[in-house]
C-alpha cells in the first residue's frame, strides 16, 4: 500500500543526500588511523584535511587551522562553554556570560551549569520576531564579560539574528564571542571573517551528511580548551581516533551545501511562501511566529489558538505529514516552547505552534498536500475545544482579518 | 505497546479519531450540570456536560483544549459513565481511565486525564444546585487543591507512583500550579503518604 508520505521536520534532521552516502560507501574502506605515519594512514589523513577545507570554505574562514571536529553540536557548544569555565576561574573578574534567551538547550544548560557555578550568566531577552535586544546587549557588556553567545538562527522559529553587530558591540567590550550557527549553515550564508567571532558551532547531520559528526571553529589565537583529553589528535584540542567515515562524509555534504547555497535558499523561500500563504489563507486566526524577514527560508512557525499542539502533530501524522510543536505535551514538561514564550507569545498560542521545517526533497506538492490536510484538522480540533479562538485571542497578534474568525459559540447549561 | 505504529494504543487512537460524546455547539444539549478542571497555562482544559436523572447519568456530552491523550481519555471516559449512578461515576480514577485504554505512558496520565476531574467538579455542581453540596466528598476523597480539582485520594495515588517531593507532586498532578493557595495542606499529605508509602 503506498501512502502519501511528507517529511517537513528537516530543521530536526536531514536524510544523507545520495552524493554524500556514495561518498560514505567509499570512505568506508578507509580504515586506517589518521594519526599513523605510515603511507595508509597519511591517506587517511590526506581525506580528512580534505573534508577540512571544505566545511571552512562553507563557513567562510580564511584557513583551516581552527577548524576542530567534534561529535557533533552539543559538544562544540559545550567546549566553548567549558573553556569560559576554566577562563572564569582564573580570572574571576571577567567572567560573566551574555547569551540569549532563545537558545538551543545545549547552551542553555552549559551557560546554566556556569550559573551553578557562580559564573554571572545573563540570558538577553528578544523582540517579539524573536530579534535579540541590542539595547539590553549594551547596557550588560563591560569589563567584567567573559563571552557572548548568541545563536545565528533560531531552530523553532527560524529567526536570523545579526551576529556581525552583536560581535562588533562584544568586540569593543573585549569580550570572547561564539555563535550557535547549527540551523543557519548550509540554508544561508556563513562567514565566520565577516562576522569577525571567535567560536563558531556547526553540526553536519543538518546539512544532509551523517549524525555523529560535528565541528567548532576556533578563531586562531583565541583561547580553547579540550572537552574531551587524550591523544594528540586535533592539536590536543580534541582527543579520540578520527571519524574517519563521518568526517569524509561531512566534506562532501559541505562542499555540495556551499556550491548549492543561492539555488537552495531561493527554492526554499519559494515554497516557504506557499506554504504560509496556502494555511493562512485557508485557516482562520493564525499567527506567523519569527521574524517576517529575517527568517531561514525553510522554516515556517505557526500558531493555531483553540488547538493544541500535538494533537495537530499527531492528526498531520496520520496522513503522513511530519511536523514538530512548541507544545509541552509533546516534551513531557509542563512548559512550552521557551522561544515562543520569550518572543511574548501567551502559553495557549505556545502550545498551540507547530514548525514546518523544509527541505531539498520539499516539494510543491508536499507543500499543497499539507494545505489541503491541515485546514479540517485545525477546524476538528477547535470544535471540540474548550478555548473559543475568538474570545481568548488578542487579536492584534494575529494575521488574519477579523471576517474571518470562526464563529463558535460556548456551550451553556441549562438552570 | 509497537512506538513504530503510533505513539499510543490502538484504543487510544481510534478514540483520538472518532471521539464519543463531543460537544457540538449546533446541537440543543440541555446540561443539568457542568464542571471545567484545568488551565490553558498547562495545555490543557476540560469541560464535561451532563444530563441527570433519578442519580443516573443519562447523557454526558464534553469538550477539551489538549493532546491526543487528553482527547482519547475523555471520550473513553464519557462512554463509561453513561447509564451510571452518580455516587459510582464520582469515585473514578485517572488510572482507571488510563486501563480501559490499553494503557497510557506514565506522563502522560496525570497530566492528560482531565476527565475525572471535570467529571466531579460537573457532579459536585450538580449536588450543591440540589441543596447536597459535598455530599460525596469525605467519604471518597476530600477536594485539597480547588482550582484543579485535585483529591487527598489523587495525592496518594501520585505518592504510591513515586512523587516523593513537591516538585514530583506538581508534575504528576499539577497541583497548586494555579492559585497555589493548597499548597501547605498539600504538604502536610504529602508528608503523611511519604511516610506511609516509601
Redesign the interface.
Given at each position: 500500500m503506498s501512502r502519501t508520505f511528507v517529511y517537513m521536520d528537516y530543521n530536526a534532521t536531514t536524510p544523507l543526500r545520495p552524493e554524500v552516502k556514495e561518498r560514505m560507501v567509499e570512505a568506508l574502506d578507509v580504515y586506517a588511523n589518521a594519526s599513523s605515519l605510515h603511507e595508509s594512514g597519511r591517506r587517511a589523513r590526506a581525506e580528512i584535511e580534505e573534508a577540512r577545507a571544505s566545511v571552512a570554505d562553507l563557513i567562510g574562514a580564511k584557513d583551516t587551522s581552527g577548524l576542530y571536529f567534534t561529535s557533533g553540536g552539543s559538544e562544540s557548544n559545550n567546549t566553548v562553554f567549558m573553556t569560559m569555565y576554566q577562563l572564569g576561574r582564573k580570572n574571576p573578574s571577567r567572567r560573566k556570560i551574555i547569551t540569549s534567551s532563545i537558545e538551543h538547550p545545549c547552551v542553555m544548560n552549559a551557560a546554566a551549569y556556569l550559573a551553578e557555578e557562580g559564573f554571572p550568566v545573563v540570558y538577553l531577552p528578544v523582540d517579539s520576531s524573536g530579534r535579540v535586544d541590542m539595547e539590553a546587549l549594551k547596557k550588560e557588556l563591560g569589563p567584567d564579560t567573559l563571552l557572548v553567545s548568541v545563536m545565528a538562527a533560531n531552530n523553532e522559529i527560524g529567526t536570523i539574528e545579526d551576529i556581525e553587530a552583536i560581535s562588533a558591540l562584544a568586540k569593543k567590550a573585549g569580550a570572547l564571542v561564539h555563535s550557535d550557527a547549527t540551523q543557519a549553515v548550509g540554508k544561508v550564508p556563513v562567514s565566520v571573517e565577516d562576522w569577525g567571532i571567535d567560536y563558531l558551532t556547526l553540526s553536519c547531520h543538518k546539512i544532509y551528511g551523517p549524525k555523529g559528526i560535528g565541528a567548532l571553529y576556533v578563531r586562531p589565537g583565541a583561547p580553547i580548551q579540550p572537552l574531551i583529553r587524550g591523544g594528540h589528535q586535533e592539536n590536543g584540542v580534541r582527543a579520540g581516533t578520527y571519524n574517519n567515515l563521518g568526517i569524509i562524509g561531512f566534506g562532501k555534504a559541505a562542499q555540495l551545501a556551499l556550491s548549492d547555497l543561492p539555488e537552495f535558499g531561493a527554492r526554499m523561500a519559494a515554497l516557504r511562501k506557499r506554504l504560509m500563504d496556502g494555511l493562512v489563507s485557508r485557516i482562520p486566526l493564525v499567527k506567523v511566529n519569527g521574524h517576517p524577514e529575517a527568517v531561514l527560508p525553510n522554516t515556517l512557525n505557526l500558531s493555531f489558538p483553540?488547538?493544541?499542539?500535538?494533537?495537530i502533530l499527531?492528526s498531520l501524522?496520520?496522513e503522513g505529514i511530519q511536523v514538530s510543536t512548541g507544545?509541552?505535551?509533546?516534551s513531557?514538561s509542563?512548559e512550552?516552547s521557551h522561544v515562543l514564550l520569550a518572543t511574548g507569545l501567551g502559553?495557549?498560542l505556545a502550545?498551540g505552534s507547530i514548525r514546518f521545517s523544509l527541505g531539498r526533497n520539499s516539494s510543491e506538492k508536499d507543500v499543497d498536500y499539507v494545505i489541503e490536510k491541515l485546514p479540517p484538522i485545525i477546524q476538528r480540533l477547535r470544535?471540540?475545544?474548550?478555548?473559543n479562538p475568538l474570545q481568548?485571542q488578542d487579536q492584534s497578534q494575529t494575521n488574519a482579518p477579523l471576517d474571518r474568525l470562526p464563529g463558535?459559540?460556548v456551550?451553556a447549561?441549562?438552570a | 505497546m509497537n512506538a513504530f505504529q503510533w505513539l499510543y494504543s490502538d484504543v487510544v487512537k481510534e478514540h483520538f479519531v472518532n471521539p464519543r460524546n463531543v460537544f457540538d455547539p449546533d446541537e440543543k444539549f440541555e446540561a443539568d450540570a457542568e464542571g471545567v478542571v484545568g488551565n490553558i497555562k498547562c495545555g490543557d482544559q476540560m469541560m464535561f456536560l451532563l444530563k441527570i436523572k433519578d442519580e443516573i447519568i443519562q447523557d454526558v456530552r464534553w469538550k477539551t483544549y489538549g493532546c491526543a491523550s487528553a482527547i482519547a481519555s475523555t471520550s473513553m471516559l464519557s462512554e463509561s459513565v453513561k447509564g451510571m449512578d452518580i455516587r459510582k461515576a464520582y469515585g473514578i480514577k485517572p488510572q482507571d481511565i488510563a486501563a480501559k485504554l490499553g494503557g497510557l505512558p506514565e506522563n502522560k496520565i496525570h497530566c492528560s486525564v482531565l476527565g475525572d476531574k471535570a467529571l466531579r467538579a460537573a457532579i459536585d455542581q450538580y449536588l450543591e444546585k440540589q441543596g447536597r453540596t459535598g455530599e460525596f466528598k469525605g467519604e471518597d476523597a476530600v477536594v485539597i487543591c480547588t482550582c484543579l480539582n485535585i483529591t487527598d485520594k489523587d495525592i496518594e495515588e501520585a505518592v504510591k507512583a513515586g512523587a516523593h517531593d513537591w516538585q514530583k507532586l506538581q508534575e504528576a498532578t499539577k497541583i497548586g500550579t494555579v492559585c497555589g493557595g493548597c499548597k501547605s495542606k498539600a504538604e502536610e499529605l504529602l508528608h503523611e503518604y511519604v511516610h506511609i508509602y516509601s
Open positions: 483553540g488547538a493544541e499542539g500535538e494533537a499527531l501524522d496520520l507544545s509541552a505535551c509533546a513531557g509542563l512550552p502559553p495557549e502550545h470544535r471540540m475545544s474548550t478555548v481568548s463558535e459559540k456551550p447549561t441549562t | -
